[in-house]
DNA sequence: ACTAAATGTAAACGTTTGCTGACTTAGCCA
DNA sequence: TGGCTAAGTCAGCAAACGTTTACATTTAGT
């Protein structure tokens, strides 16, 4: 079910109002999408409840069936978000960067904000849609960061390097929970700077330079 | 709650019994050990029901309870047992053969087998106390990867060492889980010879034989 | 063979879950 | 101001959950 959520009709789809209106649909529905990308990223899909979110956002449990249909509707919602932010990353990253953008993602960059997003990717719901989206996300970046690499698709040798990039893809998933989620240390508290050296080890060995 | 299990006093400890008895504590408790650690692997702690679990393992449903006290006592033994699983592997393991070790585990050495101990551990229950045997066994894990290559406690500059034996556990996990979890291709189906060249250049690159 | 303990079964319990429908309130324009 | 619609509230349902309780069957010692 890829429900259109029913945006209201605002005119002024840039820029913030002036004064914040009590009641603002737009405004609702980013709370519920903010707090529920940490919440399934930490906790994961099935430990997460309806009313869990609408808590963290401060806002009433049933306007999450209202804007998303249901709480699976959210979890794809925050999963394509997640899609397109991590897109806009690895798209206009150059090859020579890549490790410093992973890192700078894993970091957090602001508190609780793009790590959540890497976390996301292995949190599955079970549904099977989502399962497509995820997957989409995934393949997409992986290609992305092959690519960055000399990966052209359809080259016969070109399966190894693929796989390749999705094990670069993989450590820095599996990095990002285990710091944001399992809170591993001395994992957990590296700083941005601490990581990019090792990160850059890792992807150059996995991928190297051309 | 460290509840003991209420083991059968059977004489023989040690070679299995001539013919199967119908009735088997033993047997039972492995049977739902081994179901428990496949679904948690896979589809994480609270989106696996007890349940399902007994099900699978083809066992009445008040079994858990009674030999492991609760679910998440169940989780904590299957927790246990990954730990001493791999500590056994890690432990015997020579320096130089680490990354084919990991490789082994995460290709799985028999359909799903060890592959899902790895998983497993990234799986979380929200408890205090699992998540202690779980840090605990990636902590021991980590710095018997490290030891291997050179980290001795202590040192001023060791931290650097830990942290790289971890992030290429988190690897390790990452990849086992974008495969067993997600189905990420062409991950997924690589083979354990696919592997081990790539993990070899991971490790290598984050820990550097000496 | 008899008995007591060990093992397994069936049904139900109270709670929590995602979701819904009827209702109330705020925003906006005539 | 009055009224209409978008936005938010509230109480509660049915299903699924982990766990428990009372009962049945098997095993092992004598």
Redesign the interface.
């Known amino acids: 079910m890829t429900a259109e959520t029913p945006v209201p009709a605002t005119g002024d789809t840039a820029g913030e109002p002036a004064h914040r209106r009590r009641r603002d649909a737009a405004e609702t529905r980013q709370l519920l999408l903010d707090a529920a990308r940490q919440r399934f990223a930490r906790?994961?899909?099935?430990?997460t409840t309806v009313r869990d979110i609408a808590d963290d956002a401060g806002v009433n449990v049933a306007l999450i069936s209202r804007y998303f249909t249901s709480k699976e509707g959210l979890f794809e919602a925050c999963l394509r978000a997640a899609g397109d932010e991590l897109g806009r990353t690895t798209g206009q990253t150059p090859a020579d960067r890549v490790p410093e953008a992973i890192a700078r993602h894993i970091a957090g960059l602001g508190a609780a904000g793009l790590s959540s997003q890497l976390a996301l990717l292995?949190r599955?719901s079970?549904d099977a849609e989502a399962?497509d989206i995820?997957?989409g996300v995934?393949?997409r970046s992986?290609e992305q960061l092959a690519a960055a690499r000399g990966w052209r698709p359809g080259e016969p040798d070109s399966?190894q390097l693929?796989?390749?990039a999705?094990?670069a893809?993989?450590?820095?998933?599996?990095?990002a929970?285990?710091r944001s989620?399992?809170?591993?240390?001395?994992?957990s508290s590296?700083t941005e700077h601490?990581?990019v050296g090792?990160?850059r080890?890792?992807v150059?060995?996995?991928l190297p330079p051309h």
């Open positions: 906790d994961g899909y099935a430990a292995l599955s079970g399962d995820r997957r995934l393949v992986s399966q693929l796989l390749r999705q094990m893809l993989a450590a820095g998933i599996g990095v929970v285990l989620s399992i809170r591993l240390e001395p994992l590296a601490d990581l090792p990160l080890d890792l150059d060995a996995l």
